[in-house]
């Protein structure tokens, strides 16, 4: 988690020293904001991943690999 619990920490007390300060707006825009690029980010690292290890995307089929266990089955409702 290397800082993942000091960058919320500062996310939150941010957000509250906005809302202190009088500005609900401004925390309002930032807990949003930070939220929204942090979704993006997570969704940016998980497809330049799946390019860099040539992983196709969630909605093209995986074809299963054939090992030695599966020679000569035809598997669930084929020939026995």
């Given at each position: 988690m290397l800082g993942g619990s000091t960058s919320f920490s500062t996310y939150v007390v941010d957000t509250q020293r906005a809302l202190l300060a009088g500005a609900?707006?401004?925390a309002l825009l930032y807990a949003a904001g930070?939220?929204?690029?942090?979704?993006?980010?997570?969704?940016?690292?998980?497809?330049?991943?799946?390019?860099?290890?040539?992983?196709?995307?969630?909605?093209?089929?995986?074809?299963?690999?054939?090992g030695p266990e599966s020679e000569g089955s035809e598997g669930p409702g084929g020939p026995a």
């Open positions: 609900p707006e401004v930070t939220m929204a690029a942090a979704v993006a980010a997570a969704w940016a690292g998980i497809r330049f991943t799946r390019v860099l290890t040539r992983m196709p995307p969630d909605d093209v089929p995986v074809p299963l690999a054939a």
